[in-house]
């Protein structure tokens, strides 16, 4: 009678390590496929930001003046020295990086 008694809790005990586990398998679960929704929005997110930027940097491109073409042994005239102008030499702006007179901040929205 105490060996049945013994082997009934035995079951018991090991029924209810076996549901605390499914339980814990199923919130692993859960939370894996949260984290896997929130890293797939987290990418779409950043891809649309980076086809925007890309599509800027083609607009802005396709407003620039095309480059002169030369002739095959021609020279390429030499550009004017610092003396030629008051402003240093700048380099053109990229998109999405301020030059501190817009207002930008740097901060990333």
Excluded: H, Y
């Excluded at 020279?75 to 030059?99: S, V």
Aim: hydrophobic share 35%; proline share 8%.
């Amino acid at each position: 009678m105490k060996s049945e008694l013994e082997r009934e809790l035995a079951a018991e005990e090991l029924k209810r390590s076996m549901d605390e586990a499914r339980q814990a398998a199923a919130k692993l679960e859960e939370t894996m496929r949260e984290t896997e929704a929130e890293v797939q929005a987290k990418v779409r997110a950043a891809e649309e930001e980076a086809r925007r930027e890309i599509e800027a940097m083609r607009r802005e491109v396709a407003g620039a003046p095309a480059p002169e073409a030369t002739d095959a042994g021609a020279t390429m005239p030499e550009p004017a020295g610092p003396a030629a102008t008051d402003d240093p030499p700048q380099q053109p702006g990229l998109p999405g990086i301020g030059n501190g007179q817009d207002g930008d901040d740097g901060q990333q929205r």
